[in-house]
C-alpha cells in the first residue's frame, strides 16, 4: 500500500495527522490553522449533524441562524466573556478593497472603507443572541425559547491540529432563555445527557459526566457541565460542553420578562455546544495502526463489495450477484458502496477501505458464485470469514450492530483500565507519567492549588464526576481537607 | 388582529418587509445589513436544504467544507472574479483584542497583532476552492470532481432587504473540475435544470431558462445559465445560477491534468449557487393581504387543527378527536399542529396561521363531535368547508396535492399574462411602467445598448431564453439588425 502511516507506537501524534490526511478526512488549508474537511470527513460530520438534530428536535429545540459578526460593543457587553475570548479574535476592519495603484492586478485594503465599529467574526454567540433575545422576550409567555444553531465559529488558535484544534470549526450552538433558575439547570443536565448518550451510542465513545472546576469553566457560566472521553493513548478529550449562565447575559443586555405575577425579572439562560472536534475524538478513540476504524452508526459506507474476477466477462457474472447483495442490504436501510473500478486491483481496493475504516467489507470471487459463499471482513478484529449468501442481509446488519456494541465494550474496558485512583502527590506524577488516563485524587477545592498542580504536571482536573462518591480526604498537593476525589488527567 | 400589514396595494415593498417580520421569518439585527433567521423561517430553509442536497446528492455530488477566509493573495488570483467582489468585501486584518488602558472594560483592536496577510471574508468561494483543488488533481482519474458546500458568505451590500439581499447570507454553491470542455457544459446545464425543477416543484414558482448577456455574467465566467422568476409586482427576481467557467481558475491557479496520452491539460470548471434569498422568492410568489402562502412542500407546518371549546371538559372530549386526526395525518407523512393553547382564542389563531401561511387549517368543534364532520380551511383560496372525519387523512393529503398545483398554475397565468411582445421601444417603456413584468424585445447583441436601455428605464436582460425563437428584427433601441428577441425587466 503505497499510503503507509506512520504506527502509533512510533509516533502517536505523527500517526494522527497522517491518517487524517491519507484516509481523505481533511487536510491543511491555506488559510493559517483552518482546514478543508473532504468529502469523506464532512459525511461522517452530516451523520452526526442528523443524530443530533433529531435529538435537539425530540426535546423541543428548533433551529435558528445569528449573525457571523458581533459588534465590538456587543462583543464587551458580559465581561466575563469578553475577557476570555478577547485573545483569539478574528477582527474585521474595512469593508472593501481597491485596486494597487502602484502594482496592477494587485488589490489593497481600501483606507476610505475603515468600519465605524469594528466587527468581531463569532468564537462563540451568546452576546450576539442575548441582544437578540432582548427583543424577543416580554412576558412569560415568550419562555422558554429552545433554539440551536449550527454554524461555523473562529477562535485564533496559536498552534492547531486538525479537527482537534483549528482556527475555524463548525459546530452546533443551543441558546435558551427559561424563566426560572430550576428550568435552565434542568435544560443544562438534559442537553448533557443528549449529548453523552450520543457519544456513547452512536460515537462507541464512553465518556465521564461532570462539571468543571472554576479554573476550567466556560468564560461567562455560572456552571460548566461536561463530558470527557479518553484517547487510546490515554489522554483526556472533551467531548462536549453544557452551561448554566445564570443571570449573566440577561444582566450584561438587559433581557427582562414579566412574570404571572406582573414583576419584572431578568431571564435564566444556558449554552451547549459540540463540534467537528468529536471526529478528532472518534479517529483517536477506535483507530488502528492501519488506518481509521469507523462505528458503524456514523460509517458513510458501511459495507463495500469488493469483485474478484478475471477478465469482463468474470466481472460481469460477478456483478450480477454483487448488486443483488447490494440491494437485498440496501433494503435493510444498509449504506453499500460496489467498487468494480477496474483500474485497481483488489488488494489495493482492500488496503484502501481498510485505511478509510468502513466496518464491513464483502468480497466476492468468481469460485464463490458456484458455492454460493462470499467472503466476509471485519475492519474492528480484521477477522474474515466464509458464509452462505442466502440470509447474507441478516448477517450483515447483525455484524454491523455487533461491530458497534464491540466498538464501544473495547474504549470501556481501556477506560476502567486506564483510571485509577491515587492517595499521593507521588503516586499522582507516577501514574500521569507511566500509566496515563483518568486520576482520581483528593483536591483542596482552590484554583490556586489547581493551577500548581497543571504547572507541574500538565494534568488538568477534567470535572468533578457527578454522583460523586462523597468521602473525607486530604488534598495530594496542600494537605488540606477534601470532601470528594476529583477527575484529572492530561487532555487534548 | 395585532399584527396588520400593510396591504400590497398600498406599498408592495412594505408589505413584504411587514410580512417578513410579523410572520416571524427574520428580523434585523443589531450588524448592518445582517439578518436574523428565526425559526420558522429557518424551518422554510432547511425544508428547501433537504429537498436540494438530495438532488444534488441523486446527480453524484458530495458535500465538503472550504475555509470561511480567503488569502489577498489568492482572492485576487483571478483578476475578473476579484474585481467582481473587491467592493463589497469585509476584510479580517487584526487577531485580537485588548483592554483598553483609557476605559476600563472596554476592549481594543490589538496594533500588535496585524496580519502579515489581509483575509478576505468568502464573498464566493472559487479562489480558496481551486487553489485546493490544485493539491486534488493530478491525472485524469481524478476527475471530475463534485462537491457542493453548504455556507454562509459575506458580501458587504450598501442597500439590504430581508432574504433579498443581505450583507450575510446563507447559500449553496457547487464547484466542479472536469476533464473536458463539453462535460463542463453538460454539468453547468445540469445544474440549470434541477434548480428549475426544485423551483418550479417545491416552490410552485415559475421560471424562465436562459443564459446571461455578457453584462450580468458571473464575474470569472465564460458564461451564466440562470433561471428567472416573476414576483407578483411585476419585477423579476434571479432565482439561481449555474456559471460555466471555462478554464479561467484552472489557468489562475495553475490546475493541470494529466490525460490519458499522458498530455498536460488544464481542468474545465463550473459553479452554481442558489442562496436564502429564495425565501424571499417564495414570500413574493404566492402571499396575499392576509399573510403568508407557502406551497404546501416546504411548509414546516403543513396543516394546523384548532380546538373551538368551552371548559376544560369541552377541550378534553374535542383533543382526543384532534390528536386521532393529528395521528392519521402524521402516518401519511404530513406535518401537523395541534394548537390547544388556552392562552389564545380561536380567532387569535385563524389570523396567526394565515399570517405564517399554514396550507391546511383544520377547526374541530364541540358540535362537530357529535356530526363527525370538521372544518377544512384552505390558505390558498381562503375558502372552507365541512367535511366528514371519515377519510380525513386521504382528503387532506389530496388537498395538500391540490394546494401546491394551484400555487403553481396561479404564478404560471401571471407570468403568461405579464409577458409582453415589443416591437418598439416606446412600446417597451409604457410597458415596463403601465403592465410591467417579463418584455421581449429585439437587441442589437452589444453591451453599450444594454447598458442604455438600463441607464434610461432600469430594465436589465434578465437572460436569453434557452432555445430562444431565432428571428430577424431591428434592435429596439439602435435599429441595427438582431436575430432573436432577448427578456428584459426591471428586476430585484
Known amino acids: 500500500m503505497s499510503k503507509e502511516l506512520t504506527s502509533r507506537g512510533e509516533d502517536y501524534s505523527k500517526w494522527y495527522n497522517d491518517l487524517v490526511v491519507k484516509a481523505d478526512l481533511a487536510d491543511h488549508s491555506a488559510v493559517r490553522g483552518c482546514m478543508v474537511i473532504k468529502p469523506y470527513g464532512y ?4 451523520n452526526m449533524q442528523k443524530a443530533l438534530d433529531k435529538m435537539f428536535k425530540d426535546t423541543g429545540h428548533q433551529n435558528a441562524y445569528f449573525p457571523l459578526f458581533i459588534p465590538k460593543s456587543l462583543f464587551e457587553a458580559e465581561e466575563k466573556n469578553a475577557e476570555g475570548f478577547a485573545k483569539e479574535c478574528a477582527i474585521v476592519t474595512h469593508y472593501r478593497l481597491k485596486t494597487d495603484p502602484n502594482n496592477k492586478g494587485k488589490l489593497i485594503v481600501d483606507p476610505e472603507a475603515k468600519l465605524e465599529e469594528e466587527l468581531i467574526v463569532r468564537p462563540t454567540s451568546e452576546a450576539i443572541i442575548w441582544n437578540t433575545y432582548k427583543s424577543w422576550i416580554q412576558s412569560y409567555r415568550d419562555l422558554p425559547i429552545l433554539v440551536n444553531q449550527w454554524a461555523n465559529v473562529v477562535r485564533w488558535e496559536m498552534r492547531t491540529r486538525l479537527f482537534l484544534r483549528t482556527a475555524e470549526f463548525l459546530w452546533q450552538e443551543g441558546h435558551t432563555a427559561h424563566a426560572t433558575k430550576e428550568e435552565a439547570i434542568a435544560e443544562t443536565k438534559q442537553m448533557l ?6 457519544v456513547e451510542n452512536w460515537m462507541a465513545v464512553p465518556v465521564v459526566k461532570g462539571v468543571k472546576s472554576a479554573n476550567e469553566r466556560f468564560a461567562g457560566a455560572d456552571d460548566t457541565y461536561c463530558i470527557e472521553a479518553l484517547m487510546q493513548d490515554g489522554k483526556a478529550l472533551q467531548a462536549g460542553t453544557s452551561h448554566f449562565l445564570g443571570q449573566n447575559f440577561a444582566k450584561a443586555f438587559d433581557v427582562k420578562y414579566v412574570t404571572k405575577d406582573n414583576k419584572q425579572e431578568y431571564v435564566w439562560a444556558t449554552s451547549w455546544g459540540v463540534s467537528t472536534r468529536l471526529i478528532g475524538a472518534l479517529i483517536m478513540s477506535h483507530s488502528d495502526d492501519n488506518g481509521l476504524v469507523l462505528p458503524p452508526k456514523l460509517a458513510p459506507i458501511q459495507v463495500v463489495i469488493v469483485p474478484i474476477y478475471k477478465g ?7 456483478s450480477e450477484t454483487a448488486n443483488e447483495i447490494k ?6 436501510g444498509i449504506s453499500v458502496k460496489y467498487d468494480d473500478r477496474d483500474s485497481q486491483r483488489p488488494g489495493w481496493k482492500f488496503a484502501e477501505y481498510e485505511l478509510k475504516g468502513v466496518p464491513v467489507r464483502i468480497a466476492i470471487g468468481e469460485r464463490d458464485l458456484a458455492n454460493g459463499t462470499v467472503e466476509v471482513a471485519r475492519r474492528d478484529t480484521l477477522t ?5 449468501i442466502e440470509g447474507i442481509d441478516t ?16 474504549a470501556k474496558a481501556r477506560n476502567t483500565e486506564l483510571t485509577t485512583t491515587v492517595n499521593s502527590y507521588e503516586e499522582f506524577k507516577k501514574v500521569l507519567d507511566e500509566k496515563t488516563g483518568f486520576v482520581y485524587a483528593h483536591w483542596d477545592g482552590t484554583p490556586e492549588t489547581e493551577e500548581k498542580i497543571k504547572e507541574e504536571t500538565k494534568a488538568t482536573i477534567r470535572c468533578i464526576p457527578l454522583n460523586n462518591l462523597q468521602e473525607a480526604g486530604v488534598c495530594i498537593y496542600s494537605g488540606k481537607p477534601s470532601t470528594q476525589r476529583v477527575m484529572f488527567a492530561r487532555a487534548y
Open 193 to 198: 445527557e443528549v449529548y453523552a448518550d450520543f
Open 312 to 318: 469482463d466477462e468474470g466481472l460481469a457474472k460477478v
Open 395 to 410: 448477517l450483515v446488519d447483525n455484524l454491523l450492530n455487533e461491530i458497534q456494541a464491540n466498538l464501544f465494550n473495547k
Open 43 to 46: 459525511g461522517i460530520w452530516e
Open 384 to 388: 474474515k470469514e466464509t458464509v452462505s
Open 327 to 332: 440491494k437485498k442490504l440496501q433494503a435493510k
